[in-house]
């Protein structure tokens, strides 16, 4: 088991950025995954970054590639995702989200549904 907690949000105007932060509990969080997802008002949560347990593999959404970056400190059990130049469509709820990385059937990564366990989020808003 792993709880998660994000922090970092606010209000940004355009062409700003943000460090979000994922703090976890647990002795064991260098086992997990992570992964950061959003989710803007009545729209469908959809997957932003992904780092593995390791840190040595990245996976960014085609909207966030190149803005962005994801990296974590297994020694803090922190993973972070540092976003650039960030328009009013980024707007949303910032989630991170843990998976084993000893599943043997770990689902795809890009869906949230490979993820048992999720942070409260953290609200982004930029303005125009």
């Known amino acids: 088991q792993v709880q998660l907690v994000e922090s970092g949000g606010g209000l940004v105007e355009a062409g700003g950025s943000l460090r979000l932060s994922c703090v976890a509990s647990?002795?064991?969080?260098?086992?997990?995954?992570v992964g950061w997802f959003r989710q803007a008002p009545g729209k469908n949560r959809e997957f932003v970054a992904r780092?593995?347990?390791?840190?040595?593999?990245?996976l960014y959404s085609d909207s966030m590639k190149g803005r962005s970056a994801i990296s974590r400190d297994n020694a803090k059990n922190t993973v972070y995702l540092q976003m650039n130049s960030l328009s009013p469509e980024d707007t949303a709820v910032y989630y991170c989200?843990?998976?084993?990385?000893?599943?043997?059937?770990?689902?795809?990564?890009?869906?949230?549904?490979?993820?048992?366990?999720w942070g409260q989020g953290t609200q982004v808003t930029v303005s125009s």
């Open positions: 647990g002795r064991t969080f260098a086992m997990y995954n």
């Open positions: 989200a843990a998976q084993d990385s000893a599943l043997r059937l770990p689902g795809n990564p890009l869906s949230s549904s490979a993820y048992a366990f």
């Open positions: 780092i593995t347990a390791n840190g040595a593999v990245w």
